[in-house]
């Protein structure tokens, strides 16, 4: 059974940064093109930065430039590289399979204060 857990979440003011992990297991395999999702309250969850299993990125515009998305395959975990953090991306942050989703972790919240 597939299983994702997040961590890494945290407070931080504008300006700041922050690095989240993502531990796969089960038969999530290293070709899978994985991504780091979030959902802010209200709103959808929405896909913000996803990497190949040959290491391909891409990013949405609201981070690109910000937010930095690595692998290491060899330990089935994802990383999220956050810098230059914004009010605006306060969210709780999930990672997932990028098309066909397993089920979803807990997540990891995310708070940036002004």
């Known amino acids: 059974q597939e299983q994702l857990v997040e961590s890494g979440g945290g407070l931080v003011q504008a300006g700041g940064s922050l690095r989240l992990s993502c531990a796969a297991s089960?038969?999530?395999?290293?070709?899978?093109?994985m991504g780091w999702y979030r959902q802010a309250p209200g709103k959808q969850r929405e896909l913000v930065a996803r990497?190949?299993?040959?290491?391909?990125?891409v990013y949405a515009d609201s981070v690109k430039g910000r937010f930095t998305i690595s692998r290491d395959n060899a330990k089935k975990t994802v990383y999220l590289q956050m810098n230059s953090l914004k009010p605006e991306d306060t969210a709780v942050y999930y990672c997932?399979?990028?098309?066909?989703?397993?089920?979803w972790g807990q997540g990891t919240q995310v708070t940036v204060s002004s």
């Open positions: 997932n399979n990028v098309g066909p989703v397993y089920s």
């Open positions: 089960g038969s999530i395999c290293r070709i899978n093109t």
């Open positions: 990497i190949t299993g040959g290491g391909s990125t």
